[in-house]
């Protein structure tokens, strides 16, 4: 169900809005612009996601240089296959695995990445395809602004997406300070994001599950959009658990049946773990291929998070439009 603290916002959505009809666990909103002809049709657009956090699994490994190495390979494979199938993964990193690449990416060698560490063959490699965002539990005396320096000094450019952030409950919410400059505790870097992805709760207990792209209005009010915004946020509508497709093919098919009309914007996610992509190496490329078959039946558009909102803002005039799940 949808935290308790996000039930008025919801009712003040559908109440304030010309609302689409839905099923009962599902509240949406739209803005009453262009419709019919001569709007753009309604699509899902979709790109896999990866954190990999500040206390990743793979830290803990008794040979750490080894498993980087497994790990590192799988990711150069699954980036291999996401670029090759012509969509999009939006890699999101915390600062400790940033710190261990320049080290690590060295030693394991670079001969499958053109003689790029990681992070910058990423980031660069393949534009509209991959895309490395930063990702910060802001432990460890880092935070948001000191772990895209880190990305930047490894080759990365900026892409100014808040890759995970606190939306529920809004007691705890913790994306409105973001709205102003931040600057880093460990670096002095400033740093103005400009997109966020990946709204959550603590420990996530009562996560956000939402499709489309919108600017939310304040903390108590996260789902509505607020036209001065200056923060555009992308909602996830990922699937219940990683590497399971159930959220994808869920939104895919209803938007396939009609359910939406023209000028809908839809977004969804797909969870990678990048901390356990060696051993779940078969799973992931499973999941490309599986993507890429509804790619190529028209169900679903690939697209980084910066070419959705790219998307958004050209192709359906920064229309905004939520659909909130308690699925």
Not at 85 to 97: C, V
Not at 98 to 122: F, H, M, S, Y
Not at 189 to 194: L, S
């Amino acid at each position: 169900m949808l935290a308790p603290a996000l039930a008025p916002a919801l009712a003040a959505l559908v109440g304030c809005s010309d609302s689409l009809s839905s099923s009962s666990t599902d509240a949406s909103v739209t803005d009453a612009g262009d419709s019919g002809a001569s709007a753009p049709p309604a699509r899902l657009y979709v790109t896999f996601v990866s954190h990999n956090e500040d206390n990743c699994p793979l830290f803990d490994s008794p040979n750490f240089s080894s498993a980087y190495k497994a790990n590192r390979d799988a990711t150069v494979a699954v980036a291999n296959a996401v670029v090759a199938a012509g969509l999009a993964w939006n890699f999101e990193s915390d600062w400790t695995y940033l710190l261990k690449v320049p080290e690590e990416d060295a030693r394991a060698g670079q001969q499958n990445t053109n003689g790029k560490n990681i992070i910058e063959w990423l980031a660069t490699s393949a534009p509209h395809h991959l895309e490395v965002d930063a990702h910060s539990h802001e432990h460890g005396g880092y935070n948001y602004a000191d772990v895209v320096k880190l990305l930047i000094d490894l080759g990365a450019p900026d892409t100014k997406i808040v890759g995970g952030f606190i939306a529920s409950p809004d007691s705890e919410e913790d994306w409105t300070r973001l709205r102003q400059p931040l600057t880093g505790k460990k670096t002095g870097f400033v740093w103005t994001p400009q997109i966020l992805w990946g709204g959550a709760s603590p420990g996530h207990v009562a996560d956000l599950n939402v499709s489309g792209v919108w600017r939310p209005k304040d903390g108590a009010q996260f789902l509505i959009d607020d036209p001065a915004g200056n923060l555009t946020s992308v909602g996830t509508w990922w699937d219940s658990e990683p590497l399971k497709l159930d959220g994808l093919t869920d939104i895919a098919s209803r938007v396939a049946a009609g359910e939406f009309p023209p000028g809908t914007m839809l977004t969804a996610a797909v969870r990678l773990g990048h901390c356990t992509l060696a051993r779940d190496l078969d799973v992931a490329l499973a999941d490309v291929a599986a993507v890429a078959a509804l790619v190529a039946e028209g169900k679903a558009v690939p697209a980084t998070l910066s070419d959705i909102v790219a998307t958004w803002r050209s192709t359906y005039g920064s229309r905004p439009f939520v659909l909130a799940s308690g699925r």
